[in-house]
C-alpha cells in the first residue's frame, strides 16, 4: 500500500522533535497509536515501498511476428480425418 | 507413472470452439450457428448447454503444472517443430532464448521428440489428466527452465502479480523484523 501524506500544521499539534533514525511512538492504553518519525525516514520508507511495488511489476513481454505466427498456425484446425473407413482403420 | 509437471507427453488437444460453430443433433447433420450472441439468446431462454463439434489433435505438448487434484487437470502448451521456423536465423534465435515468445526444447533432453521443437508461451491449454498419454515421457525441462518458462507465460498474458510478490515481501520483512 503506498503511504500518503497528510499534513498538519505545526501550529496544530505538539509534537516532540523527531531525530532521524529515530522512531517516538505514541502509545495509549500500551497500545501503539501513532509514530512520529523524521521526513528523512519516512521518505526513505515512501521511496522503498515504491521502489518494491516497481520491482513487483512484471514488464510485459512483446511475442515476436514468428511467434505470434506459430500460435495462430498451431491454434488453428486442419484437416481432420472424417472418412468412416479410415476411422475404422484407426481405430477399429 | 512419471508426474507431469515439466514433461512432454503425447496428448489429445482441442482446438478452441470458433464460428462457425457445429452442434451436434442426434439422428441430423450438425447446425451451424453463426455466432456467439445465438447462443447467448438461447441461455436466456433457459437453454445453455450443447455438443459442439470441436475439432482435436494428437500432439505432443509440455506440461507445465502438476495435476491441480480437485479438478483432475493440467496447465499445458503446444509445441512448434523447428523446422516450420521461418528462417535458421530464427531458429537460431529460438535456440538462443532471444524469442520471448518461444521456449527451446533442448533436443537431448527431449529424445522422445522426433525433431528439435519450441513451446510456444501464449499457446496455454487446460486439459484433463486423460487426455494426456503418460505412459512415457517424451523428455523434460530442468526445475531452473520451468521457473524461466513461467515468468515469461506470466508476463505474456500480462497476470498480475505484483499484489502477490508485495505482500509475500511485506509479510518476508515483517518476519525477518520479529526475529531482531
Not at chain 2, 439422428?27 to 463439434?53: H, M, Q, Y
Amino acid at each position: 500500500m503506498t503511504l500518503t501524506a497528510k499534513v498538519v500544521s505545526g501550529n496544530e499539534v505538539r509534537v516532540p522533535d523527531p531525530q532521524a533514525g529515530e522512531v517516538t511512538v505514541i502509545s495509549r492504553y500500551g497500545k501503539e497509536r501513532a509514530m512520529l518519525v523524521h521526513p528523512d525516514d519516512f521518505h526513505r520508507l515512501d521511496e522503498l515501498d515504491r521502489m518494491l511495488a516497481e520491482a513487483a511489476e512484471l514488464p510485459s513481454l512483446e511475442p515476436t511476428h514468428e511467434a505470434l505466427r506459430a500460435h495462430l498456425e498451431e491454434g488453428a484446425p486442419g484437416e481432420p480425418i472424417t472418412d468412416p473407413a479410415a476411422l475404422a482403420e484407426l481405430f477399429g | 507413472m512419471s508426474p507431469p509437471l515439466g514433461h512432454c507427453y503425447w496428448a489429445l488437444a482441442p482446438f478452441a470452439p470458433a464460428p462457425p460453430f457445429r452442434i451436434y443433433q442426434e439422428g441430423a447433420a450438425p447446425r451451424p450457428v453463426g455466432s456467439v450472441e445465438a447462443f447467448t439468446e438461447a441461455a436466456r431462454k433457459g437453454a445453455s448447454e450443447f455438443v459442439l463439434l470441436t475439432p482435436v489433435k494428437a500432439r505432443p505438448v509440455l506440461v507445465i503444472t502438476d495435476v491441480l487434484p480437485e479438478h483432475d487437470e493440467v496447465l499445458a502448451l503446444r509445441l512448434r517443430r523447428f523446422e516450420k521456423l521461418a528462417t535458421e536465423a530464427e531458429r537460431e534465435r529460438v535456440r538462443e532464448g532471444s524469442d520471448p515468445g518461444l521456449f527451446h526444447l533442448e533436443p537431448d533432453r527431449f529424445r522422445g521428440l522426433p525433431v528439435e521443437n519450441a513451446a510456444i508461451i501464449s499457446s496455454l491449454l487446460r486439459l484433463p489428466a486423460a487426455a494426456l498419454d503418460r505412459r512415457s515421457s517424451l523428455g523434460a525441462l530442468e526445475d531452473n527452465e520451468l521457473r524461466a518458462l513461467h515468468e515469461r507465460i506470466a508476463r505474456v498474458h500480462r497476470l498480475r502479480l505484483d499484489k502477490l510478490v508485495l505482500e509475500r515481501a511485506q509479510s518476508l520483512l515483517q518476519r525477518a523484523q520479529r526475529k531482531r
